[in-house]
């Protein structure tokens, strides 16, 4: 009976981690590349519309 216990506490204990992860690095560096990728877009279109 006290296994079960120990492990559904366990169980909960890792479902609660979850919600108190930062994201804020992960969030930004998605955003960098996202405008990088925007920016070399953007670029290859100039690119293109000048040599037209």
């Given at each position: 009976m006290t296994q079960e216990?120990?492990?559904k506490s366990v169980e909960k204990q890792g479902?609660?981690?979850h919600s108190h992860l930062?994201?804020?690095g992960t969030f930004m560096m998605v955003m960098a590349l996202g405008g990088l990728?925007?920016?070399s877009w953007f670029g290859a279109f100039i690119l293109f519309?000048?040599?037209m």
């Open positions: 216990k120990e492990k479902k609660d981690n930062n994201l804020k990728m925007l920016l519309m000048e040599r």
